[in-house]
T-cell receptor, first 114, second 115 residues
Framework: QKEVEQNSGPLSVPEGAIASLNCTYSDRGSQSFFWYRQYSGKSPELIMSIYSNGDKEDGRFTAQLNKASQYVSLLIRDSQPSDSATYLCAVNPGYGGSQGNLIFGKGTKLSVKP | EPEVTQTPSHQVTQMGQEVILRCVPISNHLYFYWYRQILGQKVEFLVSFYNNEISEKSEIFDDQFSVERPDGSNFTLKIRSTKLEDSAMYFC?????????????FGPGTRLTVL
């Protein structure tokens, strides 16, 4: 059974702080990793994708991937109240170029306090 | 910016009735997907579709479910005889697929309520 695990939270951080969200996955052959943000009652909205070990930065967001440890993380710098949402980690267990399904974690609920 | 659209936003039906959920994927995308999310639970894959046929499906996607691309723009999910446990948000997604890219973009969802 291929699984993606996340701490459900809630994770509460003050405005302006760094929020750190973590995710582990079970399928060692997984190739593609995604972070989505989901506001209550809304659909998943893509934040970042990452395919290679190391860090990938996009604005206030940094995704980190460690395939040896089967671990993906998302850092949000200068957190804002508008970042308050559930963050979903998703893994595509297919090989490069395959259009396999996404396996989602349950999500971590982030609350940014003004 | 192109986006996936879905209709209706909310569908209420009686148990045993057939429902059709509609999606218009991003226009130049090649791969289409349906996911569902039961309230308070994780997003679950149902089916993927490429080149006018199902490429992968989960154990949730049983004989009560079917998908179709009736024309060049729409992608539909049909549930033949709805059950109470089919109540969920249903999300359509699409991906480009060219150059090995597999990022999936989600539509706003259809909330299905089975009474």
């Amino acid at each position: 059974q291929k699984e993606v695990e996340q701490n459900s939270g809630p994770l509460s951080v003050p405005e302006g702080a760094i929020a750190s969200l973590n995710c582990t996955y079970s399928d060692r052959g997984s190739q593609s990793f995604f972070w989505y943000r989901q506001y209550s009652g809304k659909s998943p909205e893509l934040i970042m994708s990452i395919y290679s070990n190391g860090d990938k930065e996009d604005g206030r967001f940094t995704a980190q991937l460690n395939k040896a440890s089967q671990y993906v993380s998302l850092l949000i710098r200068d957190s804002q109240p508008s970042d308050s949402a559930t963050y979903l980690c998703a893994v595509n267990p297919g090989y490069g170029g395959s259009q396999g399904n996404l396996i989602f974690g349950k999500g971590t609920k982030l609350s940014v306090k003004p | 910016e192109p986006e996936v659209t879905q209709t209706p936003s909310h569908q209420v039906t009686q148990m045993g009735q057939e429902v059709i959920l509609r999606c218009v994927p991003i226009s130049n995308h090649l791969y289409f997907y349906w996911y569902r999310q039961i309230l308070g639970q994780k997003v679950e894959f149902l089916v993927s579709f490429y080149n006018n046929e199902i490429s992968e499906k989960s154990e949730i996607f049983d004989d009560q479910f079917s998908v179709e691309r009736p024309d060049g723009s729409n992608f539909t999910l049909k549930i033949r005889s709805t059950k109470l446990e089919d109540s969920a948000m249903y999300f359509c997604a699409s991906s480009d697929g060219r150059g090995g890219t597999d990022t999936q973009y989600f539509g706003p969802g259809t909330r299905l309520t089975v009474l």
